[in-house]
């Protein structure tokens, strides 16, 4: 058979075209989160990385947007959600994880940009950058329930993570979020009907279990951030809560 120039251009659009449109219609996972959830992959990983690794990526597309040093606000307010949005579609998924980031009083300086005010109601607190730009700050709880809803509006599912536990231990256990971002991740996806992976206590658990020596080992540099061996033993937490959810989709991409 014989391609004119006409013919073979036809035919790589129809290529092009149909390679986008199975691209389009393949489901995505989007990880959204600080740096326990995408690090340098160096000497310290997030899990975000390896969890990609559990599931079944010729079926779903597994998507880090996790960023380094962000709280919610500043993950909102650096336009980083926005993109997010962008390419949600229908059936696809968002797993939130925030808190490491999130606890400095709120304010304009180094130390307080990223601060959010505690909580999960409706208080607010305006700020006044040097530049004459005005911000208002919201709750933890605030933040978490925009991307909740706005997931939700794009027609994809989320699912609110409690943070992953620091390496501090006290009395034999290792310090858990349950009196703050985890609780209040908690009472949010509660409130609005979204899925909720307690990963602060499937992974503090483990830890428990394994004691501070182990436990001291999968943290090579401070007492928030992993090695590669302990982003898996996260990623496995995530995707044990994962399992735990009734009637949550993304099970069935998941690796048998």
């Known amino acids: 058979m014989k391609f004119t120039p006409i013919k073979l251009l036809t035919a790589v659009a129809i290529i092009f075209l149909a390679s986008a449109f199975i691209k389009g219609d393949k489901p995505a996972l989007h990880t959204i989160g600080d740096s326990t959830v ?3 992959n160096k000497e310290t990983w997030g ?3 390896p969890i ?3 599931f079944d990526t010729t079926k779903i ?4 947007n996790a960023m380094a040093g962000r709280s919610t606000r500043t993950f909102l307010s650096e336009g980083r959600w926005d993109k997010v949005l ?3 579609k229908p059936g696809d998924f ?3 994880q925030f808190g490491h980031n999130d606890g400095s009083v709120p304010d304009t300086t180094k130390a307080g940009r990223r601060g959010v ?3 999960t109601g409706e208080e607010t607190k305006v700020l006044t950058w040097p530049d004459g730009k005005v911000e208002t700050v919201h709750t933890y709880g605030w933040y978490i329930r925009k991307f909740v809803r706005e997931t939700k509006a794009k027609g994809a599912t989320p699912i609110v993570l409690s943070m992953i536990p620091r390496n501090i231990f006290k009395d034999g256990k290792v310090l858990r979020a349950n009196n703050d971002f985890g609780k209040w991740a908690a009472e949010v996806a509660k409130e609005e009907n979204a899925y909720f992976v307690d990963l602060n206590k499937i992974t503090a658990d483990k830890y428990d279990a394994l004691g501070p020596d182990k436990v001291k080992q999968y943290f090579p540099g401070d007492h928030t951030h992993t090695n590669l061996e302990g982003a898996k033993v996260n990623a496995e937490s995530v995707v044990e809560g994962i399992k735990e959810l009734k009637d949550c989709n993304l099970k069935k991409y998941l690796k048998d």
Request: hydrophobic content about 35%; glycine content about 10%; charged content about 20%.
């Open 38 to 40: 995408r690090n340098s």
């Open 117 to 119: 005010l505690r909580g």
């Open 86 to 88: 962008e390419t949600l």
């Open 52 to 54: 990609a690794s559990l």
């Open 61 to 64: 597309h597994v998507e880090n």
């Open 47 to 49: 899990w975000g990385t």
């Open 94 to 96: 968002v797993t939130m």
